[in-house]
C-alpha cells in the first residue's frame, strides 16, 4: 500500500471532493515556477511572463471546477499556460518581443563580448523556447517535451539545431572581431 | 568522416557513445577548426546555464493571484452546460425512438420539437467545446 501521496494525487482528491481553494492552494506552489519558466520561454521577456502567469493561474483557477481528468493535471495547466501565452503574444503584438533578459545583457557590456540576447532573437522561434526551456529546467529532455507538447525527438532534433546555430554564430563573431 | 560531420557529433557529445567520443576528442586534438567550434559551444552552454539555470517566478507572485482569485468556488456553469446537453441529447432520442416505437404517423410538432432540441443541444455541446479550447 503506498502511504505518500504525490502533490498531484493529492490535487485530484481535493477536486473529487470539491475542495476547490485547496486544490489550488496545493497546485500553486507545485506549479508556479514552471509555468513561469515556460511563458518566459514562450515570450521572451521577463515582466510579459510574470503578468501572463498571473493570468494563466487565473484561468486554471476559474476553469477548476470544469476539470473532468482526462488529461494529466500538469498536461492540463501547461495547456492553458500556452494558449494564455498565445493570447498575450496576440495582444503585445505592437510590442517588439525581441528576446530580452538581464543577465544576458549585463554580460555584454564590453566590446569582446557576444549579443547573446540579440543572437537568440535570431533563432527560428520554436528552437528557441525549446532551447531556454531545456537550459532552465535543468537540461531535462523529457520536462521540455512535457512542457511544450513536443515528443522528445522532436525536442532533441530542435535542440541540436539551436545549439550548433548558437555556436556556428558565436565562432564567427569571434573570428570576426579578431580580425579587425 | 568530414568536419561537418565531426560538428553534428560534437553538438550531440553527451549523447555518444565511448568509440564515438574517443573520435571526436582524436579529431579535435588535429583539426584548430573544429576546436574553435568547441569553444564556442562550451561557451554556449556556461552562458545560457548561468542565465536561465533556476530561474524562478516573482515571490509576490501567489499574492498576487490569491488577492484576483475570490474565496467562493469557481464557476459551476462547465457542470451545468454538461448536464444541460446531456439532458437535450436523451430528450432528443427519446422522442426520436418514441416516434418509430409507436409507430405514429409522421407528426410535426414532433418533429419541430426533435429539431429544436436538437440545435440546442448542438448549441450546448458546441458552446462546450469552444470553452474547452478556449482554456
Not at chain 1, 476547490?20 to 521577456?45: C, H, T, W
Not at chain 1, 495547466?77 to 503574444?89: E, F, G, P, Q, S
Not at chain 1, 532534433?157 to 570576426?176: F, P, Q, W
Request: hydrophobic share 40%.
Amino acid at each position: 500500500m503506498r502511504l505518500l501521496k504525490s502533490t498531484d494525487e493529492e490535487i485530484r482528491a481535493r477536486l473529487d471532493e470539491r475542495q476547490y481553494r485547496e486544490a489550488f492552494e496545493l497546485l500553486m506552489p507545485q506549479y508556479q515556477d514552471k509555468v513561469f519558466r515556460l511563458a518566459y520561454s514562450i515570450l521572451g521577456n521577463k515582466a510579459l511572463a510574470e503578468e501572463t502567469t498571473q493570468d494563466i493561474f487565473i484561468r486554471v483557477w476559474k476553469a477548476l471546477a470544469g476539470y473532468r481528468g482526462q488529461a494529466s493535471i500538469s498536461t492540463w495547466i501547461y495547456t492553458i499556460a500556452r494558449n494564455t501565452c498565445l493570447t498575450a503574444i496576440r495582444s503585445n503584438a505592437a510590442r517588439s518581443m525581441q528576446f530580452e533578459d538581464d543577465k544576458l545583457r549585463a554580460t555584454a557590456s564590453s566590446e569582446h563580448t557576444i549579443d547573446w540576447e540579440y543572437l537568440l532573437s535570431q533563432l527560428p522561434e520554436k528552437y528557441r523556447q525549446v532551447l531556454v526551456l531545456f537550459y532552465m529546467e535543468n537540461k531535462s529532455y523529457d520536462e521540455v517535451a512535457k512542457q511544450l507538447d513536443l515528443p522528445i525527438g522532436t525536442v532533441k532534433t530542435y535542440l541540436h539545431r539551436a545549439r550548433k546555430d548558437l555556436a556556428a554564430a558565436v565562432t564567427e563573431s569571434r573570428m570576426t572581431k579578431g580580425r579587425t | 568522416m568530414t568536419c561537418p560531420e565531426f560538428v553534428d557529433l560534437l553538438v550531440d557529445y553527451r549523447e555518444l557513445d565511448d568509440k564515438q567520443r574517443q573520435a571526436v576528442d582524436s579529431h579535435l586534438s588535429s583539426c584548430a577548426g573544429c576546436l574553435v567550434f568547441h569553444g564556442a559551444l562550451i561557451e554556449v552552454d556556461s552562458t545560457l546555464t548561468a542565465a536561465f539555470t533556476g530561474l524562478e517566478a516573482s515571490a509576490t507572485l501567489p499574492q498576487g493571484v490569491m488577492t484576483q482569485t475570490p474565496i467562493r468556488p469557481p464557476s459551476f456553469v462547465p457542470m451545468l452546460l454538461d448536464l444541460t446537453g446531456s439532458v437535450a441529447v436523451l430528450t432528443v432520442a427519446m422522442s426520436v425512438l418514441d416516434v418509430f416505437v409507436s409507430g405514429l404517423p409522421l407528426n410535426i410538432p414532433t418533429y419541430w420539437a426533435a429539431t429544436a432540441l436538437f440545435v440546442v443541444s448542438a448549441i450546448v455541446v458546441g458552446y462546450r467545446s469552444y470553452a474547452d479550447l478556449k482554456n
